[in-house]
């Protein structure tokens, strides 16, 4: 068996900070090491988006995907 690993660190509907933190506190706590401990052949692709240019919100809800990022029509 072989898990590929990409992170989606977004703060996309999130009304606290923090939530774009979680690959990255996944791969702190060691997940993919746990995984191969077990056997199982992991490949960590790292992050996917650069949580940095997604825009920012403090009221709930907020649709902030712009259609030209997924090419998907909203």
Known sequence: MKI?????PSHAGALN???ELAPAAIRNAGLAE????RGISVE????ILDSRVLPRHNICPVRNWRQ???GMKL
């Open 17 to 19: 900070e923090g939530t």
């Open 44 to 47: 960590d692709h790292g992050d």
């Open 34 to 37: 746990k995984l191969r401990d």
């Open 68 to 70: 030209e990022w997924f």
């Open 4 to 8: 590929n690993i990409f992170g989606f």
